[in-house]
T-cell receptor, first 111, second 115 residues
Framework: DAGVTQSPTHLIKTRGQQVTLRCSPK?????VSWYQQALGQGPQFIFQ???????QRGNFPDRFSGHQFPNYSSELNVNALLLGDSALYLC??????????FGSGTRLTVV | AQSVTQLGSHVSVSEGALVLLRCNYS??????LFWYVQYPNQGLQLLLK??????LVKGINGFEAEFKKSETSFHLTKPSAHMRDAAEYFC?????????????FGGGTRLMVKP
């Protein structure tokens, strides 16, 4: 049973560019959340998607947007990249029972 | 707003010694509480969670944590450290309401195990 799958694993972008990160949730899970983990820090909640709608959002600017597809997979988009957006981006999914399953993350480096 | 404090960004123990990682939370009502472990270049793995009346929670890899409401704490322990326990550990909370159950994480504690 595959867990949460994220792609790509690593990415290098230039300031001002746009990036799209992808996440496939664990089988049977319908809720997807995204977290940003800067180096040496704990993950910070970006937003959560359920039934293809953003249900909750953390303290992140509008440059961060997302989408959830009918198959429950999700994308995280970041526009106008800043150096400070360099981080590990984690996707987490959950189903009916409580508890999130995390993916291995996408390491984004902005140069 | 909820917050989580992990005392000690780095903890070093000898192999076979007791592991104690501290976590205190701030919340108006007792939240759900979690401990996650992160190995280098990997995502987060759930060690254990507190979501019910049982205050002593047993998790994977021999870890356990005790919820103490009076102290607003949820410290993680393991009787005997092993080299493979060396990793980053995160305490997290979420509210018990139906607000999406977002997780709020502490800053993490890096556990080092000396041979």
């Amino acid at each position: 049973d595959a867990g949460v799958t994220q792609s790509p694993t690593h990415l290098i972008k230039t300031r001002g560019q746009q990036v799209t990160l992808r996440c496939s949730p664990k089988s049977g899970h319908d809720t997807v959340s995204w977290y940003q983990q800067a180096l040496g820090q704990g993950p910070q909640f970006i937003f959560q998607y359920y039934e293809e709608e953003e249900r909750q959002r953390g303290n992140f600017p509008d440059r961060f947007s997302g989408h959830q597809f009918p198959n429950y997979s999700s994308e995280l988009n970041v526009n106008a990249l800043l150096l400070g957006d360099s981080a590990l981006y984690l996707c987490a999914s959950k189903g009916n029972s409580y508890g999130y399953t995390f993916g291995s993350g996408t390491r984004l480096t902005v140069v | 707003a909820q917050s989580v404090t992990q005392l000690g960004s780095h903890v070093s123990v000898s192999e076979g010694a007791l592991v104690l990682l501290r976590c205190n939370y701030s919340s108006s009502v007792p939240p759900y509480l979690f401990w996650y472990v992160q190995y280098p270049n990997q995502g987060l793995q759930l060690l254990l969670k507190y979501t019910s009346a049982a205050t002593l929670v047993k998790g994977i890899n021999g870890f356990e944590a005790e919820f103490k409401k009076s102290e607003t704490s949820f410290h993680l322990t393991k009787p005997s450290a092993h080299m493979r326990d060396a990793a980053e550990y995160f305490c997290a909370v979420s509210d018990r309401g139906n607000a999406g159950n977002m997780l709020t994480f502490g800053g993490g504690t890096r556990l080092m195990v000396k041979p």
